[in-house]
């Protein structure tokens, strides 16, 4: 079945670690983004992509960095920059230029 | 993009029709209205998207004012799965960098 994996689906990690979280679809999407959200709030984008070697910051980069060498692959490494790092992490994919995404299940971040 | 002005909450009993309202005084001519839903700790679902006219598919109906400045999402039928948080999203479809922003949105409690 076509969609977007996200792994892991919980990762715990101690203050001061890098981790990467892996996005992965197979819907022959242009375009990808990593969102961040927090308890009771909205979603905020952190990196999107729309091709291949190219990426664009969102509105809450810093302390991310992300990369897409393959069309299918968007993972977001969570350096220790990154001042609060635990959140429920979402990735999702859409046909170029549109606004109907298509979401993972999420990654929830949690630093010790 | 424009903002979106979504009451927090909102009950409906299982079985009737519910309406949820969407402020969006200040669209500018090319913008779409976006519906997505968030069941909790899931990744956000797309629901449905219109320009002017009102449209309606699978999951719900769409009813956007003559003059644009608000929306209607209506779901038929609720059930008790139908309980999410709503968000309503403005956006440029073309030439867009694709960046939806979600507010705090509706949650919808569909009560038996």
């Known amino acids: 079945d076509g969609g977007i994996t996200q792994s892991p689906k919980y990762l715990f990690r101690k203050e001061g670690q890098n981790v990467t979280l892996s996005c992965e679809q197979n819907?022959?999407?242009?375009?990808m983004y990593w969102y961040r959200q927090d308890p009771g709030q909205g979603l905020r984008l952190i990196y999107y992509s729309q091709i291949v070697n190219d990426f664009q910051k969102g509105d809450i980069a810093e302390g991310y960095s992300v990369s897409r060498e393959k069309k299918e692959s968007f993972p977001l490494t969570v350096t220790s920059a990154q001042k609060n790092p635990t959140a429920f992490y979402l990735c999702?994919?859409?046909?170029?230029?549109?606004?109907?995404?298509?979401f993972g299940e999420g990654s929830r971040l949690t630093v010790l | 993009d424009a903002k979106t002005t979504q009451p927090p909450s909102m009950d409906c009993a299982e079985g009737r029709a519910a309406n949820l309202p969407c402020n969006h005084s200040t669209i500018s001519g090319n913008e779409y209205v976006y519906w997505y839903r968030q069941i909790h700790s899931q990744g956000p679902q797309y629901i449905i998207h219109?320009?002017?006219n009102n449209e309606t598919n699978e999951m719900a109906s769409l009813i956007i004012t003559e003059d644009r400045k608000s929306s209607t999402l209506i779901l038929p039928h609720a059930t008790l799965r139908d309980t999410a948080v709503y968000y309503c999203i403005v956006r440029v479809d073309e030439g867009s960098q694709g960046n939806l922003i979600f507010g705090k949105g509706t949650k919808l409690s569909v009560k038996p």
């Open positions: 819907l022959n999407h242009d375009a």
């Open positions: 219109g320009l002017k």
């Open positions: 999702a994919s859409s046909p170029y230029y549109t606004g109907e995404l298509f």
